[in-house]
């Protein structure tokens, strides 16, 4: 089952390596990774998205407890949560036909062209990585020249907070 | 700074080897008196001493090595100490902070080398923050579950014309790492009402139980209750190996005794033990009737590997005490009729199997009699620092460890080339004891070098050097998985051990018979300021038995070359 990671860690150098060595080290698997400042500097907050039955997760949130940067953990999928992920992607806009179809796609979920070219569309799209993919999926007929995802940033409902 | 802190820590060994990087350090270990210096022949030793130091003593060892090939070598000692929760620091130099990076002379990344094998790393950024990172560093290497710590200082951080303040601190808080200090008191409350029903119990205890300072709680627990007590590898010690109610080793090479009480049993209580996989066999058949408590400080040691009924996250110590308050006042008792019948069966296991080895088919020496021979002429008092091996395991089986931090080996990792400096190390710090290296010729030969650091400093240690002429555990998994194809475990031109350590101006001692062994290691131990080197021949056919059949359950053991469970 995937699972959404939410580790607040110390901002320090050497703190990210410690949490991606440990899933490397201890044979977990990381479908996609996220990591910036919080609001106050000395802490980082990281999303990791993962793979792996109730005891593999136990053991990646009991092993990431662990590391002396790391402050707390949750797995955010136990509760009510909002994950998104972000995607930027350049597509080939040469003709009025693939133009109208891109467009007319981009509106459906709800996606911004941020830039343009005679040539070419770069759209953005945010939502759940599932609405991501399908996105692609329903761009059937357009050329797709690069895409950028930001892998999975979560949050837990309601009064729940990750903090210190 | 660096010797300052140490000084101020309490540290009166550090174990190192000086270069380029440390310099600075070195010449302030020059001008001062507090802390002394020993210097080793290779840094592996100088880790390996300091391990040692912390396994006898419960606290931290501290290494002092440069940068690049110094802290590589120092690489096989951390992870030794890592494997079996061994608290240390280790202080490694690192070339000039405006260099890293840019592939200098003897720069190596050990920050990024030594990730995984320790509890935690610091790379100082500015000399300021020198004493608060050493104080840290004990705290975290010495706190919950123990490890080692990494302390990579660039050399610019220590140079000796610029002056900072300089202030110890008392204690320190980490926002991040807070030990538990004691168990949840219900499940602790569980664990007694279910260790109380139980009709068939064994204690499973580990290395946890040693550096947790438990041994007293946990024989104590086990007297009250009358429950029988097997010990792994690490945990020897933990509970008087001469008491009726221990049932020796268990795992791999366990007694017979215990791992068939474990198999059949109905109610384990494991306590500073990780059910690792050289103890549990294959864990899909481990100890199918039980039920199974566990006492860890490292939650993430709890189901790891094997699914518990009754998690308890404390410390080993802590939680024992208030099982014992529980357990006497508690108004229900085991059951004496079931307790009674239970000692019987293990009692009959024990007469059928236990301790047993054969004598009869062979001129030759064996192995066990030596560390009988060992156990008798010491007492079984004796501080025992094993290499890696088929004597490992011998000395495990055969010496009665009556008092914890006494046997010191390289459980997790298995570390060849271990025992020598783990010897130095404890002999260093223990003047007046008994302090025996038992090794073998492959062993032994990868850290010889460490006699001249024995001869500078006069340490007398004994070495017991059990020569097969072969890597026996090798040449054992051969000769039963790979048709006697003994490839490459034999040693050819091997040296004149005797000659050897006398070069260094030790004692050399040779063995060939077992009706010589017990006066010559009588007076190997009566020399007492000086080092004793036993070339002892053993008979290079011999196997440890019990030995589990791989991917079967607890109980089946190959108990002779021919015979098994």
Avoid at chain 1, 130 to 157: C, H, M, N, P, W
Avoid at chain 2, 200 to 225: C, F, K, N, W
Wanted: include cysteine; proline fraction near 4%; hydrophobic fraction near 40%.
């Amino acid at each position: 089952m995937r699972h959404i990671i939410s580790v607040l860690m110390e901002n320090e150098p050497g703190a990210l390596s410690r949490v991606v060595g440990l899933f490397s080290q201890r044979n977990f698997n990381i479908e996609s990774l996220n990591v910036a400042p919080t609001e106050d500097s000395t802490l980082s907050r990281l999303t990791v998205t993962t793979i792996g039955d109730d005891r593999v997760v136990e053991q990646i949130t009991k092993q990431l407890n662990k590391l002396i940067d790391v402050v707390k953990v949750v797995d955010l999928t136990e509760g009510d949560h909002i994950e998104r992920e972000l995607m930027m992607i350049k597509l080939k806009a040469n003709s009025g036909s693939a133009r109208e179809e891109i467009k007319r796609t981009a509106d459906i979920f709800r996606g911004q062209i941020i830039d343009a070219t005679p040539n070419i569309f770069t759209v953005q799209l945010i939502g759940s990585s599932d609405k991501l993919d399908a996105f692609i999926t329903a761009l059937t007929g357009t050329t797709v020249l690069e895409v950028v995802r930001s892998g999975v940033s979560g949050i837990s409902r309601g009064e729940k907070v990750l903090s210190l | 700074m660096v010797i300052r802190a140490l000084r101020d820590e309490g540290v009166k060994y550090i174990y190192g080897y000086p270069g380029g990087a440390l310099l600075h350090v070195y010449d302030a270990i020059f001008q001062q008196d507090d802390v002394q210096h020993i210097l080793v022949r290779h840094e592996q030793a100088a880790t390996h001493m300091a391990d040692a130091y912390a396994r006898a003593t419960g606290k931290a060892g501290v290494a002092l090595v440069t940068s690049g090939p110094g802290a590589t070598n120092a690489v096989t000692g951390i992870a030794t100490a890592y494997m079996d929760s061994i608290p240390m620091v280790v202080i490694t130099g690192q070339v000039m902070s405006f260099l890293i990076g840019e592939d200098a002379f003897q720069e190596t990344d050990m920050i990024g080398i030594s990730r995984p094998i320790v509890k935690h790393s610091f790379s100082v950024q500015h000399p300021e923050e020198i004493p608060a990172t050493i104080k840290k560093a004990f705290h975290i290497a010495q706190t919950g579950r123990p490890g080692p710590v990494v302390v990579d200082i660039p050399k610019d951080m220590t140079t000796p014309t610029e002056r900072y303040e300089y202030e110890y601190p008392k204690s320190v808080k980490l926002r991040s790492y807070n030990p538990v200090n004691r168990g949840h008191s219900g499940q602790i409350k569980k664990a007694v009402d279910l260790l109380l029903s139980a009709r068939r119990p064994v204690i499973y205890s580990g290395g946890g139980i040693i550096m947790g300072d438990a041994h007293e709680e946990l024989t104590e627990l086990a007297q009250a209750l009358n429950y029988p007590v097997t010990n792994t590898l690490m945990g020897l010690g933990g509970y008087p190996g001469m008491d009726r109610q221990f049932i020796g080793m268990l795992g791999m090479h366990g007694s017979y005794e215990a791992n068939m009480a474990m198999h059949h049993s109905d109610v384990i209580l494991a306590v500073g033990a990780r059910f690792d996989d050289r103890v549990t066999n294959a864990v899909d058949k481990f100890c199918p009737t039980s039920k199974i408590i566990h006492v860890d400080i490292d939650p993430a040691s709890i189901s790891k590997t094997v699914s518990v009924d009754i998690p308890i996250v404390g410390p080993a110590k802590e939680v024992l005490k208030e099982m014992i308050q529980l357990v006497k006042s508690a108004k229900e008792q085991p059951d004496a009729e079931a307790n009674k019948l239970w000692w019987e069966q293990i009692d009959e296991w024990r007469a059928r199997h236990g301790g047993r080895y054969r004598t009869d088919d062979s001129e030759l020496m064996k192995p066990q009699q030596v560390i009988e021979t060992l156990c008798d002429v010491t007492n079984g008092d004796a501080f025992v620092c094993s290499d890696v091996g088929q004597h490992q395991m011998f000395a495990a089986q055969y010496y009665k460890f009556n008092k914890p931090k006494r046997w010191i080996n390289s459980g997790g990792l298995g570390t060849m080339g271990f025992g020598l400096p783990a010897a130095m190390g404890v002999k260093l710090n223990f003047p007046d004891a008994d302090v025996a290296c038992v090794t073998g010729e492959g062993s032994i030969q990868m850290n010889i070098q460490e006699l001249s650091t024995c001869s500078q400093y006069d340490m007398p240690v004994k070495i017991l050097c059990l020569n097969n002429q072969s890597l026996g555990m090798v040449r054992q998994w051969q000769d039963m998985n790979y048709e006697s194809r003994h490839s490459q475990s034999y040693m050819r031109s091997l040296p004149d051990f005797v000659k050897l350590v006398e070069s260094y101006g030790h004692v050399g001692m040779k063995v060939d018979k077992f009706s010589d062994l017990e006066a010559a290691m009588k007076e190997a131990f009566a020399l007492k300021d000086r080092l004793v080197f036993m070339d002892i021949a053993v008979d290079p056919f011999e196997h440890v038995y019990p030995m589990q059949v791989p991917r079967g359950s607890m109980r089946d053991m190959w108990l002779t070359k021919t015979e098994r469970t």
